[in-house]
């Protein structure tokens, strides 16, 4: 069965929803990286001090480890 211009056609659909598939994701994806979401924000300044010392308190992390840390903010 020979399908000739019909063919080409139902081709040519199926290339363009690729494109727009491609395109509506490409959106989505440039959104998403330039408003930052899925990032947890940067602490400021004299945070990450305060956070080591709450991670130390609730045990989440040793002595060496706040020392060693501690010392690598300065």
């Known amino acids: ?3 000739g211009m019909m ?6 659909m199926f290339i363009g929803l690729v494109v727009v598939v491609a395109l509506i994701a490409i959106a989505v994806w440039a959104v998403i990286y330039f408003t930052g979401s899925g990032r947890a924000p940067e602490p ?22 706040y020392k060693r840390i501690r010392r690598e903010l300065g």
């Open 1 to 3: 069965m020979d399908m």
């Open 7 to 12: 063919g080409f056609g139902l081709l040519m």
């Open 44 to 65: 400021k300044d004299g945070q990450a001090r305060q956070i080591l010392d709450q991670r130390y308190a609730r045990g989440e992390i040793g002595e060496e480890e």
